[in-house]
């Protein structure tokens, strides 16, 4: 009988609070085209609306981003949760960011029922073997575009790079752009949430209305995952045969590769054994961006009959950008000599590789020996460091 009181009691005060709270409502019009569906009181929004966008079902009411107005409001984060909660509940629908943290709760139906979601699947997006033929065939340059760099776009730094106001505009800048000979490469799994792992369910239910602002839903994307052609448990035949088909990028071409100092691509594996020559421009290990102009500079003295291969983290997406409009052939791999790393180990997950930088392994990052092989610091053009 006492716990009865109890809950009783917990459940009036819940409810008191939530009264004091901006009045939401869930709207299904607004929901339908393609908004929140989560409306709040005009009188009661003042400026704290990110998208001030007037609710068709009732003129008193505009649509909004409840985490966004809630946090305008200082409302404290637990409240908000409960009130999120209680409008899923409520009408046992999910209109909100956090709807994938009810996952799996009966009478709720997130991926059917989430415009985000649903608008984004209709990105068009090149498979990785249609890009990379269009790198090869069109002679075309590539800037990709990951996690990383949307975190930038957004506000927030990453491991190995940190905020930078000017970076994060020209990140914006290069993703809605549309120059002739450029692919701009998105991630695929932008498209596909419902086979998604976690990491990529939570970071697009995280940025999923932001996203859809950024994109041109008629243009025709290339595939960043170019380079993340290993995947642990994918088919050795096929990635051997895509590995193959990547390296005619490169095939009987002479090749600069600028990357971060450790990163070391293609050494001490074949990857670019069908290179004509190879050399190297070496670039901070972290917060590259600081020594952009440098760098740059750097890349000006290159021959334009020699192909660009970038390994610089979000700085090769706008590297790759801005020689390719001064005349060059420019490749942001990325990750490509690890995902290689990787497959030839037979890796089951994400390891270190020994005397090479891999930010995504634990320890990784760190206490990466030095080289003493004479023919990988021949081909060293140029070191540039931080300040």
């Known amino acids: 009988m006492l716990l009865q009181n109890k809950i009783f009691w917990a459940i009036n005060i819940l409810e008191f609070l939530i009264l004091l709270l901006p009045k939401f409502v869930l709207c299904d019009k607004c929901y339908s085209n393609g908004n929140m569906g989560i409306c709040i009181e005009k009188s009661k929004c003042n400026n704290s609306i990110t998208d001030n966008v007037k609710c068709p079902g009732n003129n ?7 985490e966004t107005t809630a946090n305008k409001n200082n409302i404290i984060r637990n409240t908000r949760h409960r009130v999120i909660n209680y409008l899923n509940v409520k009408k046992n629908k999910r209109y909100c960011k956090k709807c994938l943290n009810l996952k799996g709760k009966k009478g709720l139906d997130c991926y059917n029922r989430c415009p985000a979601f649903k608008i984004l699947s209709s990105l068009n997006i090149l498979s990785s073997e249609e890009t990379v033929d269009d790198i090869i065939n069109n002679k075309k340059s590539i800037s990709r575009f990951g996690d990383g760099e949307f975190d930038l776009i957004f506000g927030k730094g990453i491991g190995f790079q940190k905020f930078d106001k000017n970076m994060s505009k020209r990140l914006t800048d290069i993703l809605q752009s549309n120059k002739e000979g450029l692919i701009i490469a998105i991630p695929i799994t932008l498209k596909t949430v419902k086979t998604n792992n976690n990491f990529w369910k939570n970071f697009i239910s995280k940025y999923q209305y932001k996203l859809i602002n950024l994109f041109n839903f008629n243009k025709i994307y290339g595939n960043a995952g170019i380079s993340r052609f290993y995947n642990f448990n994918s088919n050795g035949n096929f ?5 193959n088909k990547l390296k005619l990028i490169w095939d009987k071409k002479d090749v600069v590769i600028i990357e971060g100092e450790k990163s070391r691509f293609g050494f001490n594996n074949d990857l670019l054994n069908n290179t004509k ?6 670039c901070p290990v972290k917060n590259a961006y600081n020594v952009y102009e440098k760098i740059y ?7 334009k009959d020699k192909l660009i291969l970038i390994a610089l983290g979000p700085t090769a997406t706008i590297l790759a950008y801005d020689l390719h409009n001064v005349g060059y052939q420019a490749i942001d791999i990325g990750h490509a000599d690890i995902s290689y790393e990787w497959f030839l180990r037979n890796a089951t997950h994400k390891i270190k590789i020994d005397n090479k930088y891999v930010n995504e392994a634990c320890g990784g990052g760190t206490n990466i020996e030095d080289i003493t092989d004479k023919s990988y610091y021949d081909q060293i053009l140029v070191k540039i460091l931080n300040e």
């Open 297 to 303: 500079n750097e890349a000006l003295k290159i021959n």
């Open 60 to 66: 008193n009411f505009v649509c909004c981003v409840l």
């Open 277 to 282: 020559t190879i050399q190297r421009i070496l």
């Open 239 to 243: 990635v051997l045969n895509y590995i």
